[in-house]
């Protein structure tokens, strides 16, 4: 089946130690998404990819990086995680040949900075 | 600019009990809606949609939702609940013009107790 696939799906970081986390997709579609959400929140987006242009929201901190390699892979990078960064972050994916916007989620990593 | 508001943000229900979760929006623009649930710990899932034609929409599980122009709402009902469905319900539109992004409500959590 076609799908949104992260990993992992748990990570446990020391405060200030690098951290990536990986999203794959089996859809081909050419737009990957990174969301932030926080406990009882809804998703805060954080990037987009189209294709390989980088869309960036203005109110992500420098901390947040990201990487698309290919079509099938994107990474989320953060540099020095503080507490106030553990949350879950959820992978997307849609394609724009379509006048609307449906998204389609992975499963979510939930980071946990000690 | 466009927006969501989810009107409640805890329902908690008796199961077999019907239910509604509201969902107001307000766009100067043609819109396409989306109800999505997230089960504890995972992704977000599709529920149903709304792109065009009947204004009703229903998904696999009994859910339905309708959308209803004049008074910029789509929300969703249940008319017998289980308490499979206890999870969050995120309501979501896209606009066209908005370069690929979705807008989330807020989040209702669905409460179903035996």
């Known amino acids: 089946d076609a799908m949104v696939i992260q990993n992992p799906r748990y990570q446990v970081t020391q405060f200030g130690k690098p951290v990536t986390l990986s999203c794959s997709q089996t859809?081909?579609?050419?737009?990957m998404y990174w969301y932030q959400q926080k406990s009882s929140q809804a998703p805060k987006l954080l990037f987009h990819?189209?294709?390989?242009?980088?869309?960036n929201e203005a109110d992500t901190p420098d901390n947040f990086q990201s990487r698309r390699p290919n079509t099938s892979f994107c990474f989320l990078d953060i540099r020095s995680p503080g507490l106030g960064d553990a949350a879950m972050y959820l992978c997307?994916?849609?394609?724009?040949?379509?006048?609307?916007?449906?998204?389609?989620f992975g499963p979510g990593t939930r980071l946990t900075v000690l | 600019a466009q927006s969501v508001t989810q009107l409640d943000s805890q329902v908690p229900v008796f199961e077999e009990a019907p239910v509604e979760l509201r969902c107001n929006y307000s766009?100067?623009?043609?819109?396409?809606l989306f109800w999505y649930v997230q089960y504890p710990n995972q992704g977000l899932q599709l529920l149903l949609k709304y792109l065009s034609g009947s204004t009703l929409v229903e998904s696999i599980n009994g859910f339905e939702a309708e959308f209803n122009k004049s008074q910029t709402s789509f929300h969703l009902r249940k008319p017998s609940v289980h308490i499979s469905d206890t999870a969050e319900y995120f309501c979501a539109v896209s606009v066209g013009n908005q370069g690929g992004k979705l807008i989330f409500g807020q989040g209702t959590e669905l409460s179903v107790k035996p």
């Open positions: 990819y189209y294709d390989k242009d980088f869309n």
């Open positions: 766009s100067s623009v043609s819109v396409y």
């Open positions: 997307a994916t849609s394609t724009l040949d379509r006048e609307y916007n449906e998204q389609f």
């Open positions: 859809l081909n579609h050419n737009v």
